[in-house]
């Protein structure tokens, strides 16, 4: 049993972890509150943004082009995505559409099989560089690089969806639809910048986790799990409920991880989500806060 | 300016307009009244293009608009107000007023800032509170927002839904006086109520629907008066 002494440390991993979990929730919230569609593609998303990030370096491009380019890829896929299946089936119920997205999943988990194989790659950042020790806290490069991209990432989704119109009127189809549709917003276009803004999200979080967690083809269905949870911890509304829903669930299984044992990590995500959806279906944080966005 | 022939629109498989006929002149203010479950929403609906009639015409500066998305027919100068004051909640007045020029966003933005100043000078309520969350308002303070920001969007027909709808009623008269100040400038109104008095108190022109059908109209003044229309909606005195 580990003492208190070790709690910042569970902390520090907890919070790194949540940050990459919020950024999923973010492009989970985004989509479903615009499309009314849940959508499991998005921790292939990030799978996308990590393994094709490490690819490219592998073949000697370096970091930060190699990241710009599988962003980019990622948004051109999730574009394809949300006219070919997405947009063109939207007659369709929300659930079919969900089950559209789960098939999405794994036949983009299937491709990157073929692609890159079963083996994990890693990505080298900061690899050579000693970990930091703050008050008796050991804190590694990859990790503190990790959470200042998610502070600059948050930052950038919140001045768009708050200081540019674009993003207003995306909140607005968030909020209300049809009010929005009346002032000339379409939705359809609203639909794709979701779409648009998530995947590079994810694509972003893939790339943060890379150095951390390793990178693998299947990596993406577990992300989707814990994004979905942490989206649905922080009431599937809102932005701020998303990140703190991540937060929150990425601290947790720290926690259980380290105080109960690592095999209990997942059933501590899972065991949240059973507890969420039977006290509260709309959501802990969303009650809490009565509000969206 | 709006002539609507033999309009005919379900929802899934219940019909809920039959064949309705109405139309609108420039520059009029127009009520169309009506008991609970009439058609009036639907009506209106299907002329902003939220509801794809399944038969009829819907004829708009001379030009059949039936079947045509929402978002198409604000750029062409009809604007609807729903029920139940549709603001974006968690968005700040400014925001939303802002919000009601996005079709035009692109090609006048600068104009905006001082619009939305104009707005806050006509909707006095409003003023000193731009920063506040819109859901945050009272009843009528959203009824105000709601239309101020369909007139952001510079509308040339405009189509209120109810608006009158729970309101105090002080807060009626000055909804009454708003939509006649509309007219002196010069624009068209549909408005739809249950308030069947406050409805024709603002209008011009009346007609009463009943289950998808008009089945009296005329002069507004004259509905006020006539005896069909006190006993089934005003309650003779
Ligand atoms: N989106 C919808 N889907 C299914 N049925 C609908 C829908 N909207 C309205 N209806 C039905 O159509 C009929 C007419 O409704 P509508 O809202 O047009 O009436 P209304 O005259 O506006 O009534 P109210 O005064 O209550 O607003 C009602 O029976 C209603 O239940
Ligand atoms: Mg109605």
Redesign the pocket.
Known sequence: MEGLASLPQFLLVGLTLGSIYALVAVGFVLIYNVTGILNFTQGEFCMLGAMLTATFVRSGIHLLPASFLAVATVVLLAVLLERGAISSARKATPLTLIFVTLGAATAIRGIALLIFGTEPYTLPVFQNLRPLQLAGVSVTWASLSALAVVVVVVLLIFFLLERTMAGKALRACMINKLAAQLMGINPQRMSLLAFVLSAAVGAVAGIIIAPITLAVYDMGLMLSLKGFIAATLGGLASAPGAIAGGLLLGVLEALGAGYIGSGYKDVAAFAVLLVVLFVRPDGLIGAIRGERV | MLTVNGLQVA??A?K?LHGLNISVEQGEIVAVI??????????L?AIAGI?RPSGGQIVYCGRNVAGQPAEILVKQGIVLVP?RRQVFAALSVYDNLLLGAYHRYRSEKHLLPAEISRILEMFTVLKGREKQAAGTLSGGMQQMLVIGRAMMAKPKLLLL??PSLGLAPLIVREITQLVRSLREQGMTVIV?E?NVRAGLEMADRGYV?ER?LVVIDGAAEELLVDCRVQNAYLGRK
Do not use: F, P, R, W
Request: proline fraction near 0%.
């Open positions: 929802h899934g219940i809920v009506g008991a609970n479950g009439a058609g009036k929403s639907t009506m609906g509801y029920e839904d109810e739809v249950q629907l998808g």
